[in-house]
């Protein structure tokens, strides 16, 4: 039997979990090419990982850059794929004209907000229909003490209101689109709270928000099981929909800070397998809450974690090895769909 083969006889992860959820990947141009059949044969969710980023997509005020964000729309509607927007509001990859007036001094509110509203407008109506799920603003809560909402110039120039008008746009460029916001560290509980807050306060307002997106950059011992538990319940009772937008579980504690390792050590993998399994099965139990899980990436050529928190280091954090070959974490997650 060809390696080809062999790979073809294994069960595919999105025929595994339709009972349950859709399974998703990141994606970019060169993962498209370099990892097409694995993504065609077993995800039927992608996400852009920076192609619809507003610098990205909106280099210059006059200037929108669509090529790579609709080369992943037509991948994706090519192989019956669903797709999620990521992101249309962030403080991070946000081009700097967006920010400033003529002189290079900032902009003011009422320009900012104009700006705004067109970007998400132009964007997400060009691809109504097309992306049924939008992360709408992204990591806009405080990781620090006792502050909401994290610094940046969408809050210090636009205030506090710059979340509830972008979901606002947003509702009106595309009404049946499902619009998330998502963050990182959203099962610590100190900064669960946060999220929980900001999100009831929006629903309170009636703010179009339907969901929750868990960012879900885990590794094999944090956070804990009972703390992702936690989280799930504690959005869930806001009556919202929950996606896991960006799974990996690195191999690596954080503060682990080793760049010597050219393969996973003893006993990493397996740790690796037992944590996905515990995973997918809690995800399986809150199945009517969870109706996405998408990991950052599909196989472990590729992962922001070879640069992230250690630059230049090997991770190996997904389901996939290398050479596109289930590793026993995939073994683990398909026993946890049918057990």
Do not use: C
Not at 16 to 21: D, I, L, R, S, T
Not at 200 to 214: A, N, Q, T, Y
Not at 224 to 250: C, F, N, P
């Amino acid at each position: 039997m060809t390696q080809r083969q062999a790979l073809e006889d294994i069960p595919k992860l999105r025929e595994v979990f339709e009972p349950y959820f859709r399974i998703g990947a990141a994606v970019n141009p060169s993962t498209l090419t370099a990892q097409r059949e694995l993504l065609a044969r077993h995800f039927n969710s992608v996400t852009a990982e920076n192609e619809m980023k507003f610098a990205s997509l909106h280099p210059e005020e006059e200037r929108y850059a669509f090529e790579e964000a609709d080369r992943i729309v037509d991948f994706a509607a090519a192989h019956g794929m669903a797709v999620r927007g990521h992101t249309l509001v962030w403080h991070n990859q946000t081009p700097p004209w967006v920010f400033q007036n003529p002189s290079g001094g900032a902009a003011d509110r009422e320009t900012l907000l104009a700006r705004m509203k067109s970007h998400i407008e132009t964007v997400v109506s060009r691809y109504k229909g097309l992306i049924y799920a939008w992360d709408v603003v992204n990591e806009a809560v405080s990781d620090d003490g006792g502050e909401l909402l994290r610094p940046s110039k969408w809050l210090d120039i636009a205030g506090e209101d710059f979340i509830a008008k972008a979901f606002e746009y947003a509702h009106a460029a595309d009404p049946q689109a499902l619009l998330f916001y998502n963050d990182y560290n959203e099962s610590v509980p100190e900064k669960r709270e946060k999220i929980y807050e900001l999100v009831r306060s929006l629903k309170e307002r009636e703010v179009p928000i339907h969901g929750v997106g868990l960012q879900a950059h885990w590794n094999l011992v944090h956070p804990s099981l009972d703390d992702i538990r936690q989280a799930i319940e504690r959005y869930a009772s806001l009556g919202v929909k929950l996606h896991v937008t960006e799974l990996d579980v690195s191999v690596f504690l954080h503060e682990d800070r080793r760049t010597d390792l050219k393969e996973p050590e003893a006993g990493m993998l397996e740790r690796q397998a037992e944590r996905y399994g515990r995973i997918f099965r809690l995800f399986k139990e809150y199945g009517e809450h969870i109706e996405s899980v998408t990991f950052w990436g599909a196989a472990d050529d590729y992962t922001w974690l070879d640069n992230f928190p250690v630059r230049g280091r090997k991770n190996w954090p997904f389901l996939f090895d290398a050479g596109h070959r289930p590793k026993p974490s995939f073994r683990e997650v398909v026993e946890a769909a049918r057990s």
